[in-house]
């Protein structure tokens, strides 16, 4: 399931705000080379300002994440310290080689989409998950309870990789 953000955007033309809706995290959900694109399109987090119309990409981090081929991929324009944190999180509960904590960060648009294309093809292979640590997902869950600063996406993909983590424990 994508994950899906409401922020307050400035255009970088009018300088007007207004709120809009970006994804966060794609899942890709066990897409082929050939059809990923019906997941991520090329207006992907691209917002019209309602108040001159001028569009443009938000300069956010994006996860493309697809857990039945396994790999993860970061769309980051421009630095984001929350993908090194969520890193570190998924370091702590899948394995310090698992495709989300090693998954690879592009900056360009479309060199994304080929990072993309190319798992999909079978010439980027990802480290799969080795582990579940249930201890290190209760720690960000108690630390997701107390107001802090927002994270990305780790408490949504969280909860819906419990029941894939189940699996892979009780294999």
């Not at 987090?45 to 990409?57: A, D």
């Not at 999909?120 to 201890?135: M, Q, R, V, W």
């Not at 600063?149 to 699996?167: D, E, N, Q, R």
Request: net charge positive; with cysteine; hydrophobic share 35%.
């Amino acid at each position: 399931m994508s994950k899906i953000l409401d922020l307050q955007i400035q255009c970088p033309n009018c300088r007007q705000q207004y709120q809009a809706k970006v994804f966060r995290t794609l899942w890709g959900d066990g897409c082929t080379a050939a059809n990923f694109t019906s997941r991520l399109k090329d207006d992907t987090n691209i917002v019209p300002c309602p108040h001159c119309g001028y569009s443009f990409r938000v300069p956010l981090g994006l996860m493309y994440v697809d857990v039945k081929t396994g790999f993860a991929v970061w769309y980051e324009p421009q630095p984001d310290p929350n993908i090194d944190d969520e890193a570190k999180q998924y370091a702590a509960i899948f394995g310090a080689d698992s495709y989300y904590a090693k998954a690879p960060r592009v900056k360009d648009w479309e060199e994304f989409k080929h990072t993309i294309r190319r798992y999909y093809t079978g010439e980027l292979k990802a480290t799969p998950i080795t582990k579940f640590d249930f201890s290190s997902l209760k720690q960000q869950s108690s630390k997701s309870a107390t107001p802090q600063k927002k994270s990305g996406c780790m408490g949504v993909l969280l909860l819906l990789l419990i029941p894939i983590a189940l699996g892979i424990v009780l294999i």
